[in-house]
Every structure is written in C-alpha cells, then in structure tokens.
C-alpha cells in the first residue's frame, strides 16, 4: 500500500522560508515520478513541481522558478521541497503525489497516489 506523508508546513512571514517533505512508502519509488502540488481556497490544483526519482530531472511551475527547488533523498525515499522568497500568493495546502511512470507530468490527473495536505501560510 503506497503511502506518501507531507511534513514542514507552517506559518511564514514574506520573504521567509520553508522546506517540506514528503515520506514515501509501499512501492519501489525509483522508477517513478514524483510531484508537488498546492491548492488555495477556491482555486484549482496547481503544478509545482515534479522530480524523476531515477534520473533526478526536475521541472517547475513558472509561478516559484527561481524561488522553489526539489530534490530527493533515494536511502530515505523521500521527496523534499525547499521554498524561499516566499510570498502571500504562496499561501495553499501543499501536496506531493507519485505517478506510475518514470517522468513527472504537471496534470493532477495523472497521478495515481495523493498525501494527506500540509498547509503553508505567509503573511504579508
């Protein structure tokens, strides 16, 4: 049973930072894609970031390049995701997922494994 749990939430002022992870479990992740994505009330899910765990490869969403970088520790099979300059608009829940193949995919949809939600605030 594959089980992804985000962690490091929490309330930060603007220009602040924060680091999440999120602890992967029940499936062999090296062959998978991994992806971080946030929702603000009222909004839909959006892309973040996505690493392949084999290759390392990441991709971002245009609204936290330069800002957000993900990366990933195989031996503890976790997925981490460094935030900095953060800003009000960052303020969502955040979430990590997996997707049954090697490459992330911005899609929420093409994801078949969700974790519970951290929630990050930032205060103007």
């Known amino acids: 049973q594959v089980q992804l749990v985000e962690s490091g939430g929490g309330l930060v002022q603007a220009g602040g930072s924060l680091r999440l992870s999120c602890a992967a479990s029940?499936?062999?992740?090296?062959?998978?894609?991994m992806g971080w994505f946030r929702q603000a009330p009222g909004k839909e899910r959006e892309f973040v970031a996505g690493?392949?765990?084999?290759?390392?490869?990441?991709y971002y969403g245009d609204s936290v390049k330069g800002r957000f970088t993900i990366s990933r520790d195989n031996a503890k099979n976790t997925v981490y995701l460094q935030m900095n300059s953060l800003k009000p608009e960052d303020t969502a829940v955040y979430y990590c997922?997996?997707?049954?193949?090697?490459?992330?995919?911005?899609?929420?949809?093409?994801?078949?494994?969700w974790g519970q939600g951290t929630q990050v605030t930032v205060s103007s």
């Open positions: 997922a997996t997707r049954g193949s090697s490459w992330p995919s911005p899609w929420a949809s093409e994801y078949d494994y």
């Open positions: 029940g499936r062999t992740f090296s062959s998978y894609g």
């Open positions: 690493i392949s765990w084999s290759s390392g490869t990441t």
